[in-house]
DNA sequence: ATGGGTCCT
DNA sequence: AGGACCC
C-alpha cells in the first residue's frame, strides 16, 4: 500500500496553467460589450498604464507605462481607471468558481493574483477528446511528445484536451479569452504559458523541460526575484539581464554554492528550478483570505495629520465594506494593521497593528475600529527612524484585517470524523483535558498545569454565558509560540477545538451547515 | 511604479 | 514587523 501523501507528490503530474490575456482590459470589454475590441483601451492607476488590451499593444502602448508616454505613442487610447479591484475581482471569483464546476476535486486549483490558475488535472479521467493522441487545433508543443515517454505522453495529451475544455468553459461561460501552459510540474506549465498568445495554449514534452529551462534568461526563474539578482550581480560582474539559466547552472553548479549566494532554504529549490525540476503542488486556493487589504497611495504631499487620517478612515470604510461582502464564511479577524510608505525612507514600508477589539461583536462599533487605525497611525507617524516623519513625506497607506480565525468547516455530512478523543490524543503530552466535574478524561502530562485550573474558574473568567452548559468541553492546550497554556473549548458538534471568543462564530457555522441540510 | 496578495523569518 | 516573492 503506497503512502497516498507520497503518491501525491509524485513527480511528474499533469499541471495546467490558465492566463487570463490581459484581465483587466478584457474585464472592462466584458463589462461594456460596445466597447470594441479594435479599440485600444488602457487601464489606469495613478499616471501609469498597467495593461492594455491587444489593439493598444499593436499601437506601441506597453505594460506599466506611464500615461503621458502611451498617449504620446497612441493618442486615441481610450483610457478607464483601474485603480478599483472591485469589478476585477468579481470576474475573477466567477472565473475560479467555473473552473471549480468543470474541475471538481481530486483536481487541485490554486489562483495566482487575480488572472492565473493552476489546475492538477493528473487524477482527472483521460479526456474523451485525447484518444486518437492528437492535441487540440490551438495548442502549440515544445518538443517532440511522440518521442517522449509513452504514459507521460498520454497524460499530457489529455492535460492538453482538459486545458482547452477549461478555456472553453471561461470563454462560453465568462466571456474570456485565455492563454494555457501544460507540462508536468508548476514550473514547465507556467513557463511556456506565454509563449503563444492570446487565445492559445502551448504544452511541453517532459524530456524538454530542462533544455527549455537552461535557454531562458534567468531572470524568467518563478522565485527569483530582485533580492537574488542583486546578490548574484554582486558575486559574479559579468551576469547581465541576457544571461541566461545555462550560463547561471556554470557559474553555480551545486545546491550547495547556490545556497551561498540565496540562503539555505531559497538557493537549493532555485538550483533545482534551474535544472527545470519541481515538485511542488498545485494548492488549492483558500475560499477565505488570510487577509483583506485597502490601500491608496498618493503623489502630492498631504498636507496635515487630519487629512492623512481622512484618507485612512476611508480606507478603513473600503475594507470594512469588503470584509462585509466577500468573505464566503463567518471569520473574525485577530489583528487590524496600518501600513505607511514614506518617499524619503526609499519606499519602504513600515507598519503597526492591533488586536481586534470587541471579540465577536468587533463589527459593532464601527468608531471603535476607527479610533484603534488612528492610533497606529499616529504612532507611525510619531516613530520614524530618529524621530517623527514629516506628514508630507507619506505617500502610501494601507489598511488591513489580518489572520482571520474560520471556524473549521469539516463537518460534512457523514464524512469521518476523529474522536474528541482522537483529537485529544494528537493534541500530544502537554495537552489537558478537564470535564465539568473537574475529573481528568484524556491524557494529562501536565499536573501542574492542570492543579491550577479548573472548569468552572475557566468558564466564569473566559465565557460566563456558557458557564451552566455541561456539554461544553474545556481543552487546555500548551501554546508553544506563546510558551503557555491556552484555553480551548472542544465543539460537541465536530471534531475542531475553539478559541473561546470564537465560539460564537463558530456555531453560527453549524447553523450554516443546518440550512444547507 | 499600482493595488493587491502569498509565505517565511 | 519586516522581507521576499507573485500577479
Not at 492538453?160 to 472553453?168: D, P, Q
Not at 482571520?404 to 474528541?420: M, N
Request: aromatic share 6%.
Amino acid at each position: 500500500m503506497q503512502d497516498p501523501s507520497t503518491l501525491a507528490s509524485r513527480s511528474p503530474r499533469a499541471v495546467i496553467l490558465i492566463d487570463l490575456d490581459c484581465f483587466y482590459a478584457q474585464c472592462e470589454h466584458v463589462r461594456d460589450p460596445a466597447l470594441s475590441t479594435t479599440t485600444p483601451v488602457g487601464i489606469q492607476q495613478k499616471n501609469i498604464i498597467v495593461t492594455a488590451n491587444y489593439a493598444a499593444r499593436l499601437r506601441g502602448v506597453g505594460k506599466l507605462m506611464l500615461v503621458h508616454d502611451a498617449l504620446r505613442a497612441c493618442p486615441d487610447l481610450a483610457i478607464r481607471n483601474g485603480e478599483d479591484l472591485t469589478h476585477y475581482r468579481a470576474y475573477s471569483k466567477q472565473i475560479w468558481a467555473t473552473l471549480r464546476a468543470h474541475f471538481p476535486a481530486p483536481c487541485a486549483i490554486e489562483r495566482l493574483g487575480l488572472d492565473e490558475f493552476f489546475i492538477d488535472v493528473t487524477d482527472a479521467p483521460v479526456h474523451p477528446d485525447s484518444e486518437t493522441g492528437q492535441l487540440p487545433g490551438d495548442c502549440h508543443a515544445v518538443g517532440d511528445l511522440a518521442g517522449d515517454d509513452l504514459l507521460a505522453v498520454e497524460a499530457l495529451v489529455s492535460a492538453s484536451w482538459w486545458a482547452h475544455t477549461a478555456r472553453h468553459h471561461i470563454l462560453t461561460e465568462c466571456g474570456f479569452t485565455t492563454s494555457a501552459g501544460i507540462g508536468p510540474s508548476k514550473l514547465a506549465a507556467k513557463l511556456v504559458s506565454s509563449l503563444h498568445k492570446p487565445n492559445l495554449q502551448t504544452v511541453i514534452a517532459p524530456a524538454m523541460v530542462a533544455v527549455y529551462v537552461a535557454g531562458l534568461p534567468f531572470r524568467a526563474i518563478p522565485g527569483l526575484g530582485s533580492s537574488v539578482r542583486k546578490a548574484l550581480r554582486e558575486h559574479f560582474p559579468t551576469i547581465t539581464d541576457s544571461t541566461t539559466v545555462a550560463d547561471l547552472t556554470t557559474l553555480l553548479p551545486t545546491a550547495a554554492a547556490w545556497a551561498r549566494i540565496a540562503g539555505a532554504r531559497v538557493g537549493p529549490t532555485l538550483a533545482a528550478l534551474c535544472r527545470g525540476i519541481d515538485s511542488s503542488l498545485v494548492i488549492d486556493t483558500p475560499t477565505t483570505p488570510t487577509q483583506l487589504s485597502v490601500e491608496d497611495a498618493f503623489a502630492s504631499p498631504t498636507p496635515s495629520i487630519t487629512d492623512l487620517e481622512s484618507r485612512l478612515f476611508t480606507l478603513l470604510q473600503s475594507v470594512l465594506a469588503r470584509f462585509d461582502t466577500e468573505l464566503g464564511a463567518p471569520a473574525v479577524p485577530k489583528s487590524l494593521r496600518v501600513t505607511i510608505r514614506t518617499r524619503s525612507s526609499g519606499f519602504k514600508r513600515t507598519s503597526a497593528s492591533a488586536p481586534v477589539v470587541g471579540g465577536l461583536r468587533w463589527r459593532a462599533d464601527e468608531n471603535a475600529v476607527l479610533r484603534v487605525a488612528r492610533g497606529l497611525l499616529r504612532k507611525l507617524v510619531a516613530g520614524g527612524v530618529g524621530g517623527a516623519v514629516d506628514v508630507g513625506d507619506v505617500n502610501l497607506i494601507n489598511v488591513a484585517l489580518v489572520h482571520f480565525d474560520v471556524p473549521s468547516s469539516s463537518t460534512a455530512a457523514g464524512a469521518a470524523q476523529p474522536t474528541l478523543l482522537a483529537q485529544w490524543a494528537r493534541a500530544g503530552p502537554r495537552a489537558a483535558v478537564l470535564d465539568g466535574g473537574g475529573e481528568t478524561t484524556g491524557p494529562v502530562h501536565d499536573r501542574a498545569a492542570r492543579a491550577r485550573l479548573d472548569l468552572n474558574d475557566i468558564a466564569a473568567r473566559i465565557r460566563p454565558d456558557l458557564h451552566d452548559d455541561d456539554d461544553v468541553l474545556v481543552l487546555v492546550e500548551h501554546d508553544d509560540a506563546a510558551d503557555r497554556m491556552a484555553i480551548l473549548m472542544a465543539c460537541p458538534f465536530c471534531a475542531a477545538s475553539v478559541a473561546p471568543w470564537s465560539w460564537d462564530v463558530h456555531m453560527v457555522a453549524h447553523d450554516a451547515d443546518d440550512n444547507i441540510d
